[in-house]
């Protein structure tokens, strides 16, 4: 299984969750998304129901990694709360990244809660109807500019937008693992800001680009099926 893996090494984030457009930002990129998204409370969880989503992505998906995607199928998960927003979950403050993966799932246990797994992450981005990205059937530029105001089937802000984010789960066998991380940076192509997006990095990076978001309930024990790549041909 081949395993996509970061090894970028950068200092904490000052990303915020100010409105206004960067300077230079295109029209297309700074435009407010039209949908109207109730304002997030510090400290806010949206109940994920307990229900069936479609897993992973068609083959041919653009931006798609069929070493690290699953072909789509579905999957049934109970019932957890997830972050509204990015830890500390608070719209005041900034997200809290350049921590390590276990660094994040204690700074989640000190608020009650745990480190979302991967499935958990995904169906919460998916929303109701497995749509490909949080916004819709494609990603809105102008989440980037204003991430708390894009928001997936769940009511979930800012899914796969400006940040990667740890989950619980792990990429890979047992013997080589790595952690899987969901999301994407601001910088990245329209398409990997899709849900099904998986990377797979060391859990001890510390990544300016990578954050986290607690969940609360008993964690889901569904994994992600790795792929596995047959063989390209075979001789007759």
């Known amino acids: 299984c081949f395993i996509l893996i970061s090894v970028a090494c950068r200092k904490n984030s000052t990303k915020s969750y100010d409105s206004t457009p960067p300077p230079g930002a295109t029209a297309s990129a700074s435009a407010i998304p039209s949908v109207s ?88 981005c998916k929303g109701p109807d497995s749509k490909d990205y949080a916004m819709g059937e494609r990603f809105d530029r102008g989440c980037l500019s204003h991430p708390t105001q894009c928001a997936s089937g769940f009511d979930v802000l800012a899914m796969g937008v400006e ?50 978001r607690c969940c609360k309930g008993a964690p889901n024990a569904a994994i992600v099926a790795e792929p596995s790549l047959g063989k390209a041909f075979e001789k007759g």
């Open 37 to 124: 998204i109730r304002a997030p409370l510090a400290g806010e969880r949206v109940e994920i129901p307990s229900g069936t989503f479609q897993v992973g992505s068609q083959p041919g998906t653009p931006g798609r990694h069929p070493a690290l995607e699953p072909t789509l199928h579905s999957v049934e998960l109970g019932s957890y709360e997830i972050d509204r927003l990015p830890f500390p979950n608070d719209p005041a403050r900034p997200p809290l990244t350049g921590l390590t993966r276990d660094e994040s799932r204690s700074r989640c246990a000190e608020s009650g809660a745990r480190l979302c797994t991967e499935l958990e992450w995904e169906r919460a």
């Open 163 to 212: 940040l990667k984010e740890w989950t619980a789960s792990d990429v890979g066998s047992t013997t080589d693992a790595t952690a899987a991380v969901r999301g994407s940076s601001a910088k990245s192509p329209d398409e990997d800001h899709r849900c099904a997006t998986r990377l797979g990095n060391k859990s001890n990076l510390r990544d300016k680009d990578i954050g986290f």
